[in-house]
Each structure stands twice: as C-alpha cells, then as structure tokens.
C-alpha cells in the first residue's frame, strides 16, 4: 500500500464503517484517480471536499431552523452530520447559485408495512429567503421525484406553513391532515 493510499485511508475512517464496506473502493478510486503524479498525501481539497457537504448542508438547517422559530431544536454537530449524510439509506441535493448554497433537499429510503413498498420520506425541503419565489425549491423536488424512481414521496408540513402548503399543491401533491406525535421514554 502507498502511503497515499494509506492516508486516504484514514481520511476515509471518518465515514461509518457499513459506508466503507459499501463504497470504499469507488471512493478510493476517486481519490487515487485525481491525485498529482508522485502525490504522497491528500491535498487540502480532499480533506475540505469531504467535509464541505456536512458544513454546507448544516448552515443550511440552521437556516431552516432560524426560518421556523426551532434553532434550540439543531443539536447534531458538523461531524455527526457528516456521519449521518454517508449513511446508505439517506440522501441529499444542494442547490447553488453562483457556487453559494441556496437550499436543499434531504430524503431517507424507508418501507411502508402496508403496502410492503420502499418510499421516500422527504426529511427537509429548504430555501433561503432571497431565492424562493425562483423555482429552486420546485427543482429540487423534481430532482427528488427523479431519484424516486416511480416511489412514493412522503412528508409532513406544519400546518401554520401556508407558504409551502400552496407551493406542494402547485406541484401535485396531495395534502392529508394528519397530526405527529412525538415521544421520548425516560
């Protein structure tokens, strides 16, 4: 093994270990693939490129928790987010303008017991405040549908959110009132 490979080995042992099983020799190959001739650690870009998604992606919940009145509720650090996102079952679309984030859109695959079917459970869509009303937030839920691939697209909507409630309407969606319960055990 090179030493460049030994090192971004260990830049690799950031992500959960089912992650590397999965993807480790795509990832590798990516890596090795861009490094310089005679390249015997990780430039700098790799190490920013692997943690710029998480950072991104949490200045961006921030956003939505600031928007919602619900910061006190942002609890993961920059790295848990980083663990979370490399998860198999979850995915997530940046939107940018001009190389600035501008919204996103975040899904975990999950299975119905009453219809035995894989959906989507759409986690968070978000906008910033000077980009909606510019189709952002609806190319992010026809990049959503697109990844779907036929599944169903599951998700909950405050029901003081009028703004989003018009916009899912706009684009098909069909609202059911429903009331979420939650509940943590001491």
């Not at 093994?1 to 030994?6: D, G, K, Q, V």
């Not at 939505?64 to 910061?71: G, S």
């Not at 999950?110 to 869509?125: K, T």
């Not at 697109?146 to 098909?172: D, L, P």
């Amino acid at each position: 093994m090179s030493p460049l490979e030994a090192r971004y080995r260990r830049l690799l042992a950031c992500y959960p270990r089912d992650h590397r099983a999965r993807h480790e020799a795509e990832m590798m190959g990516v890596l090795q693939a861009g490094a310089r001739p005679g390249q015997t650690r990780p430039d700098l870009a790799d190490v920013a490129d692997l943690l710029r998604g998480a950072a991104r992606v949490h200045a961006l919940i921030r956003g939505l928790a600031e928007h919602q009145d619900q910061t006190w509720a942002i609890t993961v650090s920059v790295s848990g987010l980083q663990q979370m996102l490399a998860r198999p079952e979850i995915t997530y679309l940046i939107a940018e303008r001009d190389g600035q984030a501008v919204g996103y859109v975040s899904w975990l695959e999950r299975i119905s017991f009453w219809s035995g079917e894989n959906y989507l459970h759409l986690d968070d869509l978000y906008v910033t405040g000077a980009e909606r009303a510019h189709g952002v937030g609806e190319q992010l839920m026809r990049a959503a549908a697109e990844a779907a691939e036929g599944k169903v697209i599951r998700w909950e909507v405050a029901e003081s959110n009028e703004a989003a409630q018009r916009f899912y309407t706009r684009i098909g969606a069909t609202l059911a009132a429903k009331k979420i319960a939650r509940w943590q055990p001491k």
